[in-house]
């Protein structure tokens, strides 16, 4: 069974920067390099929603609203995906998840099509 374990998450003013990590584990290394990785943010009162993902060969896909704002990146040989955001909004606060796929390629952001994930990360961003 894969393990995603988030990190990074805080509290920062508006116009603010964070980097959010998603390490895993229970994979063997030529394994995760295979896989498809993605992001995802719940705010309270709101469905799930995607926020990037990333290929096996590091093509991205943002949701429209942190296109130009959020990166999302991947370290096969850590075996840790990043999700670098910068100006950030009120709008973005949430809890952040990250999720895996076991394909080379990856879906649309729905939640749906994820079949592991981790606990969550907090992200507070105060105007």
């Known amino acids: 069974q894969v393990q995603l374990v988030e990190s990074g998450g805080g509290s920062v003013q508006a116009g603010g920067s964070l980097r959010l990590s998603c390490a895993a584990s229970?994979?063997?290394?030529?394994?995760?390099?295979?896989?498809?990785m993605a992001w995802f943010r719940q705010a309270p009162g709101k469905e799930r929603e995607g926020v990037a993902s990333?290929?096996?060969?590091?093509?991205?896909d943002y949701t429209d609203s942190v296109k130009g704002r959020f990166t999302i990146s991947r370290d096969n040989a850590k075996m840790t995906t990043y999700l670098q955001m910068t100006s950030l909004e009120p709008e973005d606060t949430a809890m952040y998840y990250c999720?895996?796929?076991?394909?080379?390629?990856?879906?649309?952001?729905?939640?749906?099509?994820?079949?592991?994930w981790g606990q969550g990360t907090q992200v507070t961003v105060s105007s």
């Open positions: 999720a895996t796929l076991k394909a080379f390629f990856c879906p649309v952001l729905r939640p749906s099509y994820y079949n592991s």
């Open positions: 229970r994979y063997d290394f030529g394994t995760f390099a295979t896989y498809c």
């Open positions: 990333i290929t096996a060969s590091n093509v991205t």
